[in-house]
């Protein structure tokens, strides 16, 4: 079935110039593994449209039940260099959270 990230996972987010930096962290250790399996670097950019025009790097931490994500050029410059009106990207994770993601009954369980 499909649920939204946020029943499974909260968010933070930051940024680095023009890299936005989001975490998505697991509510309970065994919903880690739908983690890993569909939030993918592929499906985050896709989820952000033209939002995010460079690459989304994915990395995996295990024992913090965790992924984190790098969107490159994913803040129009960043900082001052900006016009968006979140220029720092801070509600990127608040975004991701919206992605729409396939768990069974038993997984989530």
């Known amino acids: ?3 939204p990230l946020s ?6 987010s930051g940024d ?5 930096n989001v975490g998505v962290i697991a509510y309970e250790e065994r919903h880690y593994r739908i983690l890993v399996r569909e939030v993918t670097p592929e499906r985050v950019k896709a989820h952000f449209g033209g939002l995010v025009k ?9 024992n913090l039940g965790a992924l984190n994500f790098l969107l490159h050029e994913a803040l129009g410059g960043g900082g001052t260099l900006s016009l968006r009106i979140d220029a720092q990207g801070k509600t990127l994770g608040a975004g991701l959270l919206s992605l729409e993601i396939e768990a069974s009954e038993q997984e989530l369980a």
């Open 1 to 3: 079935m499909k649920i």
């Open 7 to 12: 029943r499974i996972a909260h968010a933070r």
């Open 16 to 20: 680095k110039g023009d890299t936005s």
């Open 54 to 62: 460079g690459e989304v790097e994915r990395f995996e931490l295990p």
